[in-house]
């Protein structure tokens, strides 16, 4: 399949507009673009379960619904340096998925997107003093943004605290020092 | 203005504020009989019914813990202590607006409760180390009282307010009424018995806490849910809204009147009284008066000096109860530094049930006597701190999938956070005053905060970042550091010393019964009054002293010499 047909097919269903388009609108600086994230839900859903997916123990990051979260914290909550760093992220790895596999990121096999975000993951985790740097004047990356989003709305959600993390919501009391068991899993909040 | 005094709007006494010390002058004003006006600001907030947030799961919240950037618009100065959960609990600066001539974060809660709802719950008493200070090393002026006038009332609010801590039998920090303590967890007794092998001139003990270990009168026990700044539904921490308005209430003495900005306090040149608080009314901008032959003001330390700026008359142009021109000076707040942690390799085997709303504390040991007398400040701090294991919210995880799922869910490293909270100096040039040309919704001039640390603090603060530091180290922690910063004054949120206490009325504001030198029936007990700051959290004193202050003028008050 015709790379641009592909990208157009997905943008088109996810209602971005192409009238101007010629190849995505790479955003710099910090403007305000919010607002436009609801038309990403199907590849945020795809990408969070790619770094929470469903285990035998606890269903994973898209059942739980952290897609929500996302696209609510960027929207609400994020810079504008970081929401563009986020949606350029976004399209730069649709762009890429086609490249690459020829097909978007949602249709790609587990293991292509495993490896996809494994790259990613691979680059945005330095913690080096440069990163830093790069980390306070042009906002987080994409992916670092992505993936501390999934973590906290993971273990915030219903699924995820009660499921994959032990909830006590009402103590009722406090054991100071118990001995750990076998199985025991960290707590959702402290 | 003059409004005609009538049974309506007259009583035996006013108190400005339902905090936490006008909570408490609320209660034993009513207690002692007297039909008792309390005046606040904010709105109101019922005990349980209004803590919207409390039973809330964390899935509840749109956006988790996180303000939205519209409700940091709204609250830029308040956002850094509070969170989704308790927003609501802080005014919007918007709303509330000051002046910073220098940054001072001046944290509010302007509901019924005040700041009680929301307050850290360390409890400590003062002790003579810290009422002789200023007489010993010249800063500032001598307090008129000493912990021998105060001890009765620490035991008296203690054994009422419900405090959990443990008998040290240090001088400097003297033992009190106390439930039993909060347990320290595993890496808690682990850095105790570290810093008691390493050192001889301090320990490290079970904080303070207002947060109830065993039930008191139909309040309690603490659930360990750790969500207090909620509002607690069990009445498991101490709160205006959950005692002593309560208890005021049940006297029949009391009218709590809401949404009521006090203006000035009346005076009558004849009398040398005062004679009442002229408010104005929040929601419909009214103005009112009220009448009594007492005044307490509670409004806490900066609105407080703020209202006393604001009353003029003839005979004080300089505000009320001014002539000393010491009212809103000496701001004080404890310096805070942001914090050291450190990680711990071993005792993987142990965890805990339930959440401490509870900390651990070190309690002063600098310049205590000759032997820890240090040269580069004078006065002390102490260092509090929490030990957990880290969970998601502290770990940093590698990877993604099924093996990033698994590092979440297994309990990690375990942590110690530690933070000192040091003594500022009383000095004259650290004030609050009124602006002239700007003014609030209400018309009334708004604050303008002038406080900046001096040499003495912010010596303090490398001294309490190194020594926690060392401290850590020295019991086998790895990856010790520290933010190497203190965060704008005010943070600590211990504002104090406005209208300090003195035995000259030309030094100071207050006399030793907390009653203006110059209007003997205008009483100040919150933080206002206290003439040097101390490095404990203050509102135990706060209460102690309130108590102390109402016996005395419920007592004046019976004897008709208010």
């Known amino acids: ?54 285990t035998s123990g606890a269903p994973g990051a898209k059942l739980a619904q952290v897609q929500d979260y996302v696209i609510f914290y960027m929207e609400d909550c ?31 096999t587990t293991d292509q997107k495993m490896e996809l975000l494994k790259d990613l993951d691979n680059d945005s985790s330095s913690k080096g003093l440069l990163s830093k740097i790069s980390n306070k004047l042009r906002g987080r990356s994409f992916f670092n943004i992505l993936k501390t989003l999934t973590v906290e709305g993971y273990c915030t959600s219903e699924i995820g605290a009660t499921k994959h993390l032990e909830y006590l919501p009402v103590p ?12 025991q899993k960290a707590w959702a909040t402290r | 203005m003059k409004i005609k005094q009538t049974e309506n709007n007259t009583f035996d006494a006013i108190v400005v504020g339902s905090g936490i010390s006008g909570g408490w002058a609320a209660k034993e004003l009513t207690e002692g009989g007297l039909k008792t006006l309390v005046l606040e600001r904010g709105r109101k907030v019922e005990h349980i019914a209004d803590y919207t947030t409390a039973f809330k799961q964390p899935w509840e919240f749109k956006h988790r813990g996180h303000l939205s950037n519209k409700e940091v618009e709204e609250q830029p100065i308040q956002s850094s202590h509070c969170d989704a959960t308790n927003k609501h609990f802080f005014v919007k600066d918007v709303e509330h607006p000051y002046v910073q001539v220098n940054p001072f974060k001046w944290i509010r809660g302007y509901q019924v409760g005040g700041r009680s709802l929301i307050w850290g719950r360390q409890s400590y008493r003062l002790s003579n180390l810290d009422f002789e200070a200023n007489k010993k090393d010249g800063h500032g002026v001598d307090w008129p009282i000493r912990y021998e006038d105060l001890e009765k009332w620490y035991d008296y609010v203690e054994e009422y307010v419900g405090i959990s801590g443990s008998k040290e039998d240090l001088p400097h920090l003297p033992d009190g009424v106390f439930l039993p303590p909060i347990p320290m967890n595993a890496i808690e007794k682990h850095l105790k018995e570290a810093v008691s092998e390493n050192y001889s001139d301090r320990v490290l003990i079970n904080g303070r806490v207002a947060n109830l270990t065993q039930p008191k009168k139909g309040r309690g026990p603490c659930q360990y849910r750790n969500l207090c700044s909620r509002g607690c539904p069990f009445g498991g921490y101490f709160s205006s809204n959950s005692s002593t308005l309560l208890d005021a209430h049940e006297t029949g003495n009391l009218t709590l009147r809401a949404d009521s900005v006090v ?3 009346l005076y009558d040149e004849e009398t040398k009284k005062a004679i009442g608080v002229v408010i104005i009314d929040a929601l419909s901008k009214e103005e009112i008066s009220f009448y009594a032959k007492i005044i307490f003001l509670n409004a806490s330390a900066i609105a407080t000096a703020a209202i006393l700026l604001n009353s003029v ?67 002390g701090y102490g260092i509090q701190g929490k030990g957990e294991r880290e969970n998601w919210q502290a770990k940093a995880t590698v990877g993604i999938g099924v093996d990033l799922k698994e590092q979440l869910s297994t309990p990690g490293e375990w942590k110690i956070a530690l933070g000192g909270r040091g003594e500022t100096l ?54 010790v550091g520290s933010y190497r910063t203190s965060p704008a004054p005010g ?23 907390n009653q203006m030198h110059d209007v003997k029936n205008v009483f100040i007990t919150d933080g206002s009054f206290m003439t040097s700051s101390g490095s404990q959290n203050p509102s135990l004193t706060y209460m102690a002293v309130t108590a102390r202050a109402c016996q005395y003028a419920i007592n004046q008050f019976k004897s008709n010499l208010l």
């Not at chain 1, 592909?6 to 009238?19: E, M, N, Q």
């Not at chain 1, 009722?172 to 199985?183: D, H, M, P, V």
């Not at chain 2, 003495?456 to 309490?464: K, S, T, V, Y």
């Not at chain 2, 504002?495 to 006399?511: D, I, Q, W, Y």
């Open chain 1, 172 to 183: 009722g009391r406090y054991k100071a020092i118990t001995e750990l068991s076998a199985n």
């Open chain 2, 491 to 513: 943070s600590a949120v211990h504002e104090m010393g406005t209208a300090r206490m003195g035995n000259n009325p030309k030094t100071s504001v207050l006399n030793k019964h």
């Open chain 2, 426 to 479: 009383p000095n004259y040039d650290n004030k609050i005053y009124l602006d002239d040309e700007n003014k609030d919704q209400w018309g009334l001039p708004l604050v303008k905060v002038d406080f900046e640390y001096g040499p003495n603090e912010l010596a303090m603060m490398d001294h309490m970042t190194k020594s926690s530091e060392e401290m850590l180290s020295k019991a086998g922690f790895k990856n």
């Open chain 2, 313 to 379: 008359s003839s005979s004080f142009l300089n505000g009320l109860g001014n002539s000393s021109l010491q009212v809103g000076h000496n701001l004080m707040d404890h310096i805070v530094n942001e914090g050291t942690y450190g990680t711990f390799e071993g005792l993987k085997d142990k965890y805990y049930e339930g959440r401490s709303p509870g900390t651990i504390y070190v309690p002063r040991f600098q310049n205590l006597n000759n032997e820890t007398e240090n040269v580069d400040f004078v006065r």
């Open chain 2, 263 to 265: 203006k000035e306090v």
């Open chain 1, 1 to 54: 399949m015709n790379r641009r047909t592909v990208l157009k097919g997905i943008l088109g269903i996810t209602g971005i507009g192409l009238a101007s388009f010629s190849g995505y609108k790479y955003i710099v600086g910090s403007l305000n673009n919010k607002g436009q994230l609801k038309a990403y839900i199907d590849l945020i859903s795809e990408l969070v379960d790619v770094i929470i997916p469903t």
């Open chain 1, 78 to 108: 994020s810079s504008n340096k970081e929401y563009n760093n986020f949606l350029n992220g976004l399209n730069d790895l649709q762009e890429n998925c086609l490249d690459v596999y020829g097909n978007n990121f949602e249709n790609c």
